[in-house]
């Protein structure tokens, strides 16, 4: 990942939240060229409110504001983005944003600043998670350890 981008991308923290900041960044592309639109205007109502002051900060240590360098900036984002690693995660629950913030930290921890989550909801797990990153998955799954156990308890007790 390119360090002038991470103050950016370590604020996004899922696959959906990506796909806001591509269409953020069309908007803006399609913003600059046009006579009389304002672009911090359009970052301000079109990023996620986490994203907007790194921008910003960011844009502001540019060369230069020209239309062409701001373009060449966006353009790399939105290629970096596209290169951040994914963990798939189904959980059993609508997840709160405490919940996916909880994930994110712990994610960050043991995997990097440059991996973002792939959130969907599976209400047929009970009690647990799949999980999937780079070509490895695994389920946890309450009602699995559970039937684990019993099996155990059989086998000692025959």
């Given at each position: 990942?390119?360090?002038?981008?991470?103050?950016?991308?370590?604020?996004?923290?899922?696959?959906?939240?990506?796909?806001?900041?591509?269409?953020a960044i069309e908007s803006?592309?399609?913003?600059?060229?046009?006579?009389?639109?304002?672009?911090?205007?359009?970052?301000?109502?079109?990023?996620?409110?986490?994203?907007?002051?790194p921008l910003k900060k960011?844009?502001?240590?540019?060369?230069?504001?020209?239309?062409?360098?701001?373009?060449?900036?966006?353009?790399?984002?939105?290629?970096?983005?596209?290169?951040?690693?994914?963990?798939?995660?189904?959980?059993?629950?609508?997840?709160?944003?405490?919940?996916?913030?909880?994930?994110?930290?712990?994610?960050?921890?043991?995997?990097?600043?440059?991996?973002?989550?792939?959130?969907?909801?599976?209400?047929?797990?009970?009690?647990?998670?799949?999980?999937?990153?780079?070509?490895?998955?695994?389920?946890?799954?309450?009602?699995?350890?559970?039937?684990?156990?019993?099996?155990?308890?059989?086998?000692?007790?025959?």
């Open positions: 990942m390119a360090k002038n981008y991470e103050s950016i991308y370590t604020n996004i923290r899922t696959t959906s939240e990506r796909g806001v900041v591509y269409a803006v592309l399609e913003a600059l060229f046009k006579k009389g639109e304002n672009v911090t205007k359009h970052i301000e109502t079109e990023m996620p409110s986490t994203v907007v002051e960011d844009l502001d240590r540019l060369p230069n504001t020209s239309p062409k360098t701001i373009q060449t900036y966006m353009e790399g984002l939105h290629k970096e983005l596209e290169k951040l690693r994914v963990i798939s995660l189904e959980i059993a629950f609508d997840p709160t944003e405490e919940t996916i913030a909880v994930l994110t930290v712990w994610i960050r921890e043991f995997l990097g600043n440059d991996v973002i989550m792939e959130l969907s909801v599976d209400r047929s797990l009970f009690g647990g998670a799949r999980v999937s990153y780079e070509g490895r998955y695994k389920e946890i799954n309450l009602a699995t350890l559970i039937e684990h156990t019993m099996q155990k308890q059989q086998e000692t007790i025959t």
